[in-house]
């Protein structure tokens, strides 16, 4: 495809990846016929993974991030879905590493379309793809439209909130050859059979929660607690942590019942998302000994840790690219049985915690997937809050789901 070109869809779901040489966060934003977002829950990226129709599925740093659309899903008065980029590391513009999207069914993963934006320069961010309605039809357009100021001010143009105010005239996109998407590109005026673009907005009040273009968490500001599905950079002063770290998993049971006997697991996946290797009760170390289980709790009794996993991430081979943390109950006890369940990375020489999940909901299974580390391209690992229930009472029944997961 190019500039401004659309094609139909002939299915109603279709995903949008897009990959360059680089780690790109790819975010989804569900817009109406005035070219603005309801609120901010229909801005679809790594902290916000799921809105009505539409979805957000993270690469884990090995593959591109994607951003599937249902449109038989979509509620009423949504017509138009944009897909836009941006570079992971701060600052960093396209230049020199154009990306492409791909187009795909989502059913059976065949490819639609590819578009890769022509003349890419100072832009940190890019509205890439459109998948638009028109006449009662589903279609997809080539946009490349880009803005100098990252996902914040797309975000921002789109009616999504930020966590700090957008600087002083913040919301001019860099114009691309052909713009064909609002809002308010510099030149040339749009083509006749767009929509009027939308007025810029004013600089938004802060919100609670910060868009992808405000960067991703690490450690800079001391302990991170994490909520669900959230993702924090282990990058502490600029350098990646790459030492002995701790994950402690604990639980109680519930409302002083019964001892509960549960099984902490860390499950050691490749860039396909092969399993490598379990570590747990059975197989205390696995990879050489950079992962190492400090045993069973036949219990949860006492304060504390219950289980831990210790990971030299300094020594883990290439070849692993993905850890997720599982916990079990091999007694077959539920999760609704258990109290306080949480998870916490701890750095192994100091002691000092450094991030912490703690389970909020309880579901009637055997199985949860409390946490997982994604090794990135660029070396570091990032740890993302997981907390998704699973019929499982052994590890091995985690492997598939967890894969999945990643």
């Avoid at 993974?49 to 008065?77: E, K, M, N, Q, W």
């Avoid at 003349?119 to 357009?141: D, M, P, S």
């Avoid at 639980?251 to 019964?258: I, Q, T, V």
């Avoid at 199985?367 to 090794?375: F, H, T």
Wanted: aromatic share 6%; proline share 10%; with cysteine.
């Amino acid at each position: 495809m190019t500039p401004g070109s659309n094609i139909p869809l002939p299915v109603t779901r279709v995903t949008v990846d897009v990959s360059a040489p680089v780690r790109l966060d790819v975010s989804g934003l569900l817009l109406t016929a005035d070219g603005k977002v309801r609120s901010d829950d229909d801005f679809i990226f790594y902290n916000q993974p799921s809105g009505p129709g539409v979805t957000y599925r993270s690469g884990g740093g090995t593959s591109p991030d994607a951003i599937t659309v249902d449109t038989a899903a979509l509620p009423p008065g949504i017509e138009k879905i944009v897909v836009t980029a941006s570079p992971d590391a701060a600052g960093q513009t396209f230049q020199g590493i154009e990306p492409t999207a791909t187009i795909r069914n989502a059913d059976d993963t065949s490819v639609l379309a590819t578009f890769t934006p022509p003349r890419l320069g100072t832009e940190t961010a890019l509205v890439v793809v459109e998948i638009y309605l028109r006449n009662g039809a589903w279609k997809a357009r080539a946009v490349g439209q880009g803005y100098a100021n990252g996902l914040a001010g797309i975000a921002t143009d789109f009616g999504v909130t930020v966590e700090e105010p957008a600087p002083v005239a913040p919301q001019q996109p860099v114009a691309p050859a052909q713009p064909m998407a609002p809002p308010q590109p510099v030149a040339p005026p749009p083509a006749p059979t767009l929509q009027t673009p939308a007025p810029a907005a004013p600089p938004a009040p802060p919100a609670p929660a910060a868009a992808p273009g405000a960067g991703k968490i690490n450690l800079d500001k001391g302990r991170v607690s994490l909520q669900k599905n959230q993702t924090v950079s282990l990058v502490k002063g600029g350098r990646p942590l790459l030492s002995q770290v701790k994950m402690g998993l604990g639980w109680e049971p519930a409302f002083r019942g019964k001892d509960i006997d549960l099984d902490a697991s860390v499950i050691a996946y490749g860039p396909q998302r092969n399993h490598i290797d379990s570590c747990y009760f059975g197989k205390l170390s696995i990879v050489g000994g950079a992962i190492k289980h400090s045993g069973d709790n036949l219990t949860g009794e006492g304060s504390g840790d219950d289980e831990v996993i210790v990971v030299d991430l300094g020594r883990l081979p290439q070849e692993v690219t993905g850890l997720v943390f599982t916990v079990n109950s091999f007694s077959g006890q539920k999760f609704t049985e258990v109290a306080k369940a949480y998870c916490r990375l701890i750095d192994a020489a100091s002691g000092e915690e450094l991030v912490r999940f703690d389970l909020t909901g309880a579901e009637a299974q055997t199985g949860v997937m409390m946490a997982k580390l994604i090794r990135q391209f660029s070396g570091e690992w990032e740890m993302t809050a997981m907390g998704d229930f699973v019929k499982s009472r052994t590890v091995r029944g985690m492997v598939k789901p967890a894969a999945q997961a990643l």
